[in-house]
């Protein structure tokens, strides 16, 4: 099953796409939620693009610092040097224009993709040439009973409720995405949950971390 899976996922690889990025330190799963508050130009600008556009960004995690690029770097020798190959579209689904001038937005995670290639702007904007990925959906196996229960109580809680994060219990790429974004863990195991090309995949290591985080 899994293998076929594997396949499946393979086979509904889409033609690949031109987007602009947002790395941070923080990494989107699909169906997720992701409240910002941006004040950098270039990120502003991309911002207002996309609005304007009707389009979205990716999310993308940084591998260290908190900047992809230094902007003033002529040749550009870090261009995506920083990221991590896999990432989340981001869709805008609500926005605010503070007085201060920061400009806040909610977005939420829609595809996966992997990064093709990267270049970056003089104003160290950087666009990506990415393939989406798809994952194939099943209906939740009921050995996964214990992951829903640990799931509904992430969900009880006051600051994730603020959120609103929306989950179908029933199909086990929702509920491996749910966990994974809000279990408490470090944003590199959560990159590597992300990037497991199957729930099912996804679910087996869930069960593992939330053993370790119990004992």
């Not at 076929?4 to 923080?26: K, S, W």
């Not at 941006?38 to 990120?43: A, K, L, N, T, V």
């Not at 900047?67 to 550009?76: E, H, M, T």
């Not at 990037?195 to 985080?213: C, F, G, S």
């Amino acid at each position: 099953m899994t293998d076929e899976r594997n396949q499946m996922a393979e086979n509904d690889q889409t033609q690949a796409l031109d987007i602009p990025l947002f790395p941070l330190r923080t990494v989107l799963f699909p169906g997720g939620t992701l409240p910002l508050r941006i004040f950098e130009p270039r990120y502003v600008d991309m911002i207002r693009w996309c609005m304007r556009e009707g389009k979205g960004f990716g999310v993308v995690l940084l591998r260290e610092g908190s900047d992809v690029l230094d902007a003033k770097d002529p040749d550009n020798k870090a261009k995506g040097a920083h990221i991590y190959d896999v990432g989340t579209q981001a869709h805008i689904i609500d926005f605010d224009q503070a007085d201060n001038g920061l400009l806040g937005i909610v977005a939420q995670g829609g595809e996966k993709f992997s990064v093709i290639e990267t270049d970056v702007a003089r104003d160290g904007l950087m666009r990506a040439e990415v393939r989406l990925l798809s994952e194939p959906a099943l209906p939740l196996s009921e050995r996964y009973d214990p992951l829903v229960s640990v799931l509904r109580d992430l969900l009880a809680h006051p600051l994730i409720q603020e959120l609103n994060p929306q989950v179908d219990f029933h199909e086990d790429r929702s509920v491996s995405h749910r966990v994974a974004d809000l279990l408490p863990i470090a944003p590199e195991a959560k990159q590597w949950l992300l990037e497991m090309p199957t729930p099912e995949a996804r679910l087996v290591e869930l069960q593992e971390i939330i053993k370790q985080l119990a004992d």
